[in-house]
Nanobody, 127 residues
Framework: QVQLVESGGGLVQAGGSLRLSCATS????????MGWFRQAPGKEREFVAA????????LYTDSVKGRFTISRGNAKNTVYMHMNSLKPEDTAVYYC????????????????????WGQGTQVTVSS
């Protein structure tokens, strides 16, 4: 059974940092692009960042550029997102997602492109 499990969320003050992790199991995710999405209360789920299966290409939404960094573990079955200079508007449930890809460089940003999703981890940034 395919599973994506997020961890690392929590409560942090504005300006602080967190590292989210997404552990995958149930199949080999070496050829999967991985992405992070978030959903704040009363808002739609939005794209945050994604990384190609090669790890060479990344994509970020404008509001997190320069603050968040997505990366893959050496075995490529784990993806991380380092979040620095957190702001109250970053408060949301963060979801990890996986998308099988032929291209090693393609980085999907639409949620409809992703086949597998985790259950989410809450990130709360206090002002």
């Amino acid at each position: 059974q395919v599973q994506l499990v997020e961890s690392g969320g929590g409560l942090v003050q504005a300006g602080g940092s967190l590292r989210l992790s997404c552990a995958t199991s149930g199949r080999t995710f070496n050829n999967y692009a991985m992405g992070w999405f978030r959903q704040a209360p009363g808002k739609e789920r939005e794209f945050v960042a994604a990384i190609s299966w090669s790890g060479d290409s990344t994509l970020y939404t404008d509001s997190v550029k320069g603050r968040f960094t997505i990366s893959r573990g050496n075995a490529k079955n784990t993806v991380y997102m380092h979040m620095n200079s957190l702001k109250p508007e970053d408060t949301a449930v963060y979801y990890c997602a996986a998308d099988p890809q032929i291209s090693s460089a393609y980085v999907p940003r639409r949620s409809a492109e992703y086949n597998y999703w985790g259950q989410g981890t809450q990130v709360t940034v206090s002002s």
